[in-house]
């Protein structure tokens, strides 16, 4: 524990400039504490190994920080930056180049949006005019002009894609942030799905083509791959139900919008450096009796409905993947009891084989018997004749009355529906 709190951290935070930075950091269990206002068990649920195992996937809203930890995606979110552990690590490093490359891009869309002048209305161009506009800009003959024309009007409409909020106003920078690591985690398991998707159908195919082993083999790992990727789907879905239906879990992420009303009511931060820090919600509940018995104060109620949206969202994105993998595990599940159909059939044949041989060697064990008989030393007239045909004419009477019994038993079998 003291390894990994004491490692290296990225910290992806955007200036007002629009300008997105980020930078390696050596943070210890103490400063990061005092810098995100998070208590030790938090700490242990994002960063010990044990804690992971007992606490698999969280997304926690406290005072001061969001703790992220769904499907391998573990960053803690502030007002002003995201703090991502082991950040060299190569299946850190591309979550931490789309944080950077979002916020910055989202940071210098809105010091665009501030600096240029507003339209008449005070709505934003529709999309029809804006890429008319750029074509526009680009109508005097150029060579190359396709390849600056497509580059063009994607980083305009890319900067202005998404629609404008009802209030006017940009989403937070934790809910950016929170995005980001949402559309990730929802993006690996959607791909590992597809990877899966790829390989398990024409592995399914060749089993039901041919039984053996190495197919028997392949799609047995195929299936412990689809129970793995099932659960953390699982888990990421039942962990945004829960968000969507607790309100006060999405109030608590609501940090920005925390701060300034701690500062509009003149709150000083809640933190101390030498204690452990608490849950904002927990400290309301306990200075409620001080509030209530005081002049009163205004609790702190901040509308939920974009945090609603946005988990809205990529709940349904990933209960999309879930319905690919439940499609997936029905063509695994046909699969086997098609098998198991053919393998119920060639014992069923190995059966009916066994009792057409049974039924054989029972008649030529009739024969053999009638061979005994006559192999007793008794005296008949039969032993004294001289004509070697009598004993060509024996052997083929018992073989001719072993084939007619054998031709008799098949066919009460077949009559009585014990062989097809």
């Given at each position: 524990?003291?390894?990994?709190?004491?490692?290296?951290?990225?910290?992806?935070?955007?200036?007002?400039?629009?300008?997105?930075?980020?930078?390696?950091?050596?943070?210890?269990?103490?400063?990061?504490?005092?810098r995100?206002?998070?208590?030790?068990?938090?700490?242990?649920?994002?960063?010990?190994?044990?804690?992971?195992?007992s606490?698999?996937?969280?997304?926690?809203?406290?005072?001061?920080?969001?703790?992220f930890?769904?499907?391998?995606?573990?960053?803690?979110?502030?007002?002003?930056?995201?703090?991502?552990?082991?950040?060299?690590?190569?299946?850190?490093?591309?979550?931490?180049?789309e944080?950077?490359?979002?916020?910055?891009?989202a940071?210098?869309?809105a010091?665009?949006?501030?600096?240029?002048?507003?339209?008449?209305d005070?709505?934003?161009?529709?999309?029809?005019?804006?890429?008319?506009?750029?074509?526009?800009?680009?109508?005097?003959p150029?060579?190359p002009a396709?390849?600056?024309?497509v580059?063009?009007?994607?980083?305009?409409?890319?900067?202005?894609?998404?629609?404008?909020?009802?209030?006017?106003?940009?989403?937070?920078?934790?809910?950016?942030?929170?995005?980001?690591?949402?559309?990730?985690?929802?993006?690996?398991?959607?791909?590992?799905?597809?990877?899966?998707?790829?390989?398990a159908?024409?592995?399914?195919?060749?089993?039901?083509?041919?039984?053996?082993?190495?197919?028997?083999?392949?799609?047995?790992?195929?299936?412990?791959?689809?129970?793995?990727?099932?659960?953390?789907?699982?888990?990421?879905?039942?962990?945004?139900e829960?968000?969507?239906?607790?309100?006060?879990?999405?109030?608590?992420m609501?940090?920005?919008?925390?701060?300034?009303?701690?500062?509009?009511?003149?709150?000083?931060?809640?933190?101390d450096?030498?204690?452990?820090?608490?849950?904002?919600?927990?400290?309301r509940?306990?200075?409620g009796?001080?509030?209530?018995?005081?002049?009163?104060?205004?609790?702190?109620?901040?509308?939920?409905?974009?945090?609603?949206?946005?988990?809205?969202?990529?709940?349904?994105?990933?209960?999309?993947?879930?319905?690919k993998?439940?499609?997936?595990?029905?063509?695994?599940?046909?699969?086997?009891?098609?098998i198991?159909?053919?393998?119920?059939?060639?014992?069923?044949?190995?059966?009916?084989?066994?009792v057409?041989?049974?039924?054989?060697?029972?008649?030529?064990?009739?024969?053999?018997?009638?061979?005994?008989?006559?192999?007793?030393?008794?005296?008949?007239?039969?032993?004294?004749?001289?004509?070697t045909?009598?004993?060509?004419?024996?052997?083929?009477?018992?073989?001719?009355g072993?084939?007619?019994?054998?031709?008799?038993?098949?066919?009460?079998?077949?009559?009585?529906?014990?062989?097809?």
């Amino acid at each position: 524990m003291a390894a990994a709190a004491g490692g290296e951290w990225a910290a992806v935070s955007a200036s007002s400039a629009g300008e997105g930075t980020w930078r390696v950091e050596a943070l210890g269990k103490q400063q990061l504490m005092r810098r995100t206002g998070l208590r030790v068990r938090d700490l242990r649920a994002l960063l010990d190994p044990a804690a992971q195992l007992s606490h698999p996937t969280s997304v926690m809203g406290r005072d001061r920080a969001v703790v992220f930890n769904l499907h391998r995606v573990r960053a803690v979110i502030t007002a002003s930056e995201v703090l991502v552990p082991a950040p060299r690590d190569p299946s850190v490093a591309p979550l931490v180049g789309e944080l950077h490359a979002r916020l910055a891009a989202a940071a210098a869309a809105a010091a665009a949006a501030a600096a240029s002048p507003p339209e008449e209305d005070g709505k934003a161009l529709p999309f029809e005019f804006r890429a008319l506009e750029v074509c526009l800009d680009f109508a005097c003959p150029r060579d190359p002009a396709v390849a600056p024309l497509v580059a063009e009007l994607h980083a305009r409409l890319a900067a202005t894609a998404s629609p404008p909020e009802e209030d006017g106003k940009a989403l937070p920078f934790e809910f950016r942030a929170l995005e980001v690591c949402l559309e990730f985690a929802c993006k690996s398991l959607d791909h590992e799905t597809c990877m899966l998707e790829k390989e398990a159908y024409p592995a399914l195919d060749a089993l039901t083509s041919k039984v053996s082993t190495l197919n028997l083999e392949h799609v047995r790992q195929i299936k412990s791959r689809l129970v793995a990727i099932s659960g953390g789907v699982h888990k990421v879905r039942d962990q945004l139900e829960h968000l969507l239906d607790d309100d006060a879990d999405m109030v608590a992420m609501h940090l920005s919008e925390k701060l300034a009303f701690q500062a509009a009511v003149g709150q000083s931060s809640r933190f101390d450096t030498e204690e452990e820090p608490g849950e904002f919600d927990q400290q309301r509940d306990d200075d409620g009796d001080d509030d209530d018995q005081g002049e009163g104060s205004v609790p702190f109620s901040p509308k939920i409905d974009e945090l609603e949206k946005l988990l809205e969202a990529y709940f349904v994105q990933i209960d999309g993947t879930l319905n690919k993998l439940s499609t997936l595990r029905e063509y695994v599940d046909d699969t086997e009891d098609y098998i198991n159909i053919m393998l119920d059939d060639k014992q069923n044949q190995l059966l009916q084989m066994g009792v057409v041989l049974s039924t054989a060697t029972l008649m030529a064990s009739c024969a053999i018997v009638v061979t005994a008989v006559f192999g007793i030393n008794i005296h008949i007239a039969l032993f004294r004749t001289t004509n070697t045909n009598i004993f060509w004419f024996a052997n083929a009477g018992m073989l001719g009355g072993a084939a007619a019994l054998f031709v008799v038993a098949i066919a009460y079998y077949r009559k009585n529906g014990i062989l097809r």
